[in-house]
């Protein structure tokens, strides 16, 4: 397919997106269906392309003066991509599988490149009605903070250490020249593909196939570490969903001890059994919905509530979510994440933990639920984690947004990873 096909392709399923508010994901696989004689190379670059025009959605329609599926590809392939309106105009020629033809009036407007005088939130490339909480929670760098949402997200790796460790990994796989993270240190990391071309997928590999390593973002390892559950300790995975922080804190345990994975979906919950053999766990208890949670009230010494959020500290690898998401989404997240504080807090021990964590990077579901739950709940306080931090990170130079020197929020502009909140709350003896 020539990159003009791979652009007209792009603008229809953007139109499945933006016009019909589909899912990216959905709409993506739905094309792969109906073109199954694409090449890989083809996909990647058409995800690319789609994908890129949403995580700049804001500020390539402000410069093109125009939110169409259309706009949004063609500021892609220029603004981003590094083509020139001449070039996309030569591309067209001859391809009958191309776009319509660009007219003056969008030739002009892709030789604008200034965003100088556009409002902060075209710049930081956010829904206008979040505009007041990123500055409210960034204050001067909320700018930066979303333009950093804005940027493809790199791959991250944790080596499992019940299996290996983090120089066997990389020898098995030095032909991917993957890089330790800067925080992490069970972390490797494949850096962001650029324009069209694909990160390599490494999941058919040995080294994955036997457990290796698992797929998890640095930000996710950082909040694992930092719940600092220790071998032998009774630890309940809240919210376990597939699975990545239950199979984090057993390699931190070294398969000692019991972590219990709960979730009330099943769906959400499936993918785990496999991932914990293929990780060889032998310390964790799946519950589900259903299964009864009773003998484990006030016995845990560590709760890890990872609540239900809007994930906003995602929006790098899913930027569709970030014009999908409401107000009154928002608050039924609210909600939620009230509901499952309360629930998790029976099971903490008196002197044990309460570890509450999202993907988000918004103050409303981070430390407004904190400090909410604190005043409706006796018997806990507000622990430092920003000493555990400095304990565990004090090699590098990476800092964590706090606005109480205890809670730590971590974001790709500040630690290079996705949005994530980490707060301990500690239960009275």
Same mark, same amino acid.
Request: charged content about 30%; aromatic content about 8%.
């Given at each position: ?29 739905? *094309? ?61 020629? &001859? ?8 007219? =003056? ?10 965003? +100088? ?5 075209? %710049? ?15 204050? %001067? ?17 944790? @080596? ?55 797929? %998890? &973002?640095?930000? +996710? ?33 070294? =398969? ?19 991932? $914990? ?5 032998? =310390? ?30 995602? *929006? ?17 997240? /609210?909600?939620?994440?009230?509901? @499952? ?24 579901? =981070? ?6 739950? $604190? ?6 306080? $507000? ?8 304990? $565990? ?7 964590? *947004? ?11 502009? +500040?630690?290079?990873?996705?949005? /994530?909140? /980490?707060? @301990?709350?500690?239960?009275? +003896?």
């Amino acid at each position: 397919m020539k990159p003009a096909g791979r652009l007209q392709a792009a603008i229809e399923i953007l139109s499945e997106i933006v016009e019909r508010h589909r899912p990216a994901s959905q709409a993506l696989a739905d *094309w792969g269906k109906a073109h199954r004689f694409a090449g890989s190379g083809d996909r990647a670059a058409i995800g690319n392309l789609v994908y890129d025009a949403l995580r700049r959605r804001a500020s390539i329609a402000w410069r093109m003066d125009g939110d169409t599926p259309r706009s949004l590809a063609l500021g892609v392939a220029v603004y981003l991509w590094g083509e020139t309106a001449q070039e996309l105009t030569q591309s067209f020629v &001859d391809d009958r599988h191309a776009p319509e033809p660009l007219s =003056n009036a969008e030739i002009a407007r892709l030789d604008k490149s200034d965003l +100088s005088d556009a409002p902060p939130w075209v %710049q930081a490339d956010v829904p206008e009605w979040l505009e007041e909480p990123f500055a409210e929670n960034f204050d %001067q760098d909320f700018v930066a903070e979303g333009q950093a949402l804005a940027l493809r997200p790199p791959v991250d790796f944790r @080596v499992n250490t019940l299996k290996a460790d983090r120089d066997k990994v990389e020898k098995a796989l030095k032909r991917y020249r993957l890089e330790p993270t800067p925080l992490a240190r069970t972390g490797l990391r494949l850096a962001p593909s650029e324009g069209p071309s694909r990160v390599p997928n490494i999941q058919p590999e040995a080294a994955y196939q036997k457990g290796w390593i698992e797929v %998890q &973002d640095e930000g +996710s390892q950082v909040c694992s570490a930092l719940v600092f559950a220790r071998p032998g300790e009774q630890v309940l995975d809240y919210c376990a969903g597939a699975g990545g922080k239950t199979l984090a804190l057993a390699a931190c345990m070294e =398969n000692k001890g019991q972590i219990f994975a709960y979730d009330s979906d099943r769906t959400r919950l499936a993918p785990i059994y496999e991932r $914990l053999k293929r990780a060889g766990t032998r =310390n964790v208890q799946v519950r589900g919905p259903g299964d009864d949670l009773d003998d484990l009230e006030q016995k845990m010494d560590r709760v890890v509530v990872d609540a239900p959020c809007s994930g906003s500290g995602v *929006w790098r690898r899913r930027p569709d979510a970030k014009w999908r998401l409401t107000l009154e989404a928002l608050e039924k997240r /609210f909600a939620e994440q009230r509901q @499952v504080l309360g629930e998790a807090s029976r099971f903490v021990r008196r002197g044990g933990y309460l570890c509450y964590i999202t993907c988000s990077v918004l103050a409303q579901e =981070n430390e407004a639920q904190v400090y909410g739950f $604190l005043e409706e709940s006796e018997g806990f306080e $507000l622990l430092s984690a920003g000493e555990v931090w400095e304990d $565990l990170y004090a090699h590098s130079d990476l800092k964590p *947004w706090s606005s109480d020197e205890c809670t730590v929020t971590l974001t790709p502009a +500040s630690t290079g990873t996705d949005g /994530f909140f /980490f707060a @301990v709350l500690g239960r009275e +003896s």
